[in-house]
């Protein structure tokens, strides 16, 4: 069974920390990407990474960096947490194939104060 | 314009009769169609994928594309109170890269 592990259900910070937030799959996949999700706007894709050491910036990329320096893991981080990015966050990957699927992690619920 | 459009809901049906669910894109490129279930405090899963015009079956799934007019549906027969659930319509354009976008999601009710 394919397993995508975020390393942290909830997570509370305050505004201006760093925040880091973890990203580990276990079958060997190409892609990895970082989604959020909100109430009446859906999935929302952050930055995602063919490769190790690759990465592509998506649809909302300001205020996030990501780095992935292993192919099993990739790290979304908050430089400067805002309350604006108070949501749910969920790592997916795939395999590089056209049509592949997404397997997702069970997410991680960012509150910011 | 979104990219990717679905009908929020809540969508409410009897146990036993047939949801249908719609979705519309914006990007006449789609190559590739997803439809993932969401479970209330869970992660989205597959459940089913359409790559070309036509009807696809899975079980109790069908899902329908129609490319000219930029139109998915999935369709659950005999539904049941376990298909309660939010559907995610997604969307990708294999020539432009690994992105899929995703619609805001149909909210699913089937009552018992």
């Known amino acids: 069974d394919v397993k995508v592990t975020q390393s942290s259900r909830y997570l509370v910070k305050r505004t201006g920390e760093k925040v880091f937030l973890e990203c580990v799959q276990d079958?060997?996949?190409?892609?990895m990407f970082w989604y959020r999700q909100d109430p009446g706007l859906g999935l929302r894709l952050i930055y995602f990474?063919?490769?190790?050491?690759?990465?592509e910036k998506g649809d909302i990329p300001e205020g996030y960096s990501v780095s992935r320096e292993k192919k099993e893991r990739f790290s979304l981080i908050l430089e400067s947490a805002s309350t604006n990015q108070t949501s749910m966050y969920l790592c997916?990957?795939?395999?590089?194939?056209?049509?592949?699927?997404?397997?997702f992690g069970s997410g991680t619920q960012l509150s910011v104060l | 314009q979104k990219e990717v459009e679905q009908n929020s809901g809540p969508l409410s049906v009897p146990e036993g009769a047939i949801a249908s669910l719609n979705c519309t894109y914006s990007?006449?490129?789609?190559?590739?169609f997803f439809w993932y279930r969401q479970y209330s405090g869970k992660s989205p899963e597959l459940i089913m994928s359409?790559?070309?015009?036509g009807d696809k079956e899975d079980g109790r799934f069908t899902a329908q594309l129609n490319k000219a007019s930029q139109y998915v549906s999935l369709l659950i027969r005999d539904s049941q109170p376990s298909d309660s659930a939010t559907y995610l319509c997604?969307?990708?354009?294999?020539?432009?890269?690994?992105?899929?976008?995703f619609g805001a999601g149909t909210r699913l009710f089937v009552k018992a």
């Open positions: 079958m060997d996949h190409e892609n």
């Open positions: 997916a990957s795939s395999w590089r194939a056209t049509n592949e699927k997404l397997f």
């Open positions: 990474s063919y490769d190790v050491k690759m990465k």
């Open positions: 990007d006449r490129g789609s190559q590739s």
């Open positions: 359409i790559y070309s015009n």
């Open positions: 997604a969307v990708k354009n294999n020539t432009g890269g690994f992105k899929t976008i």
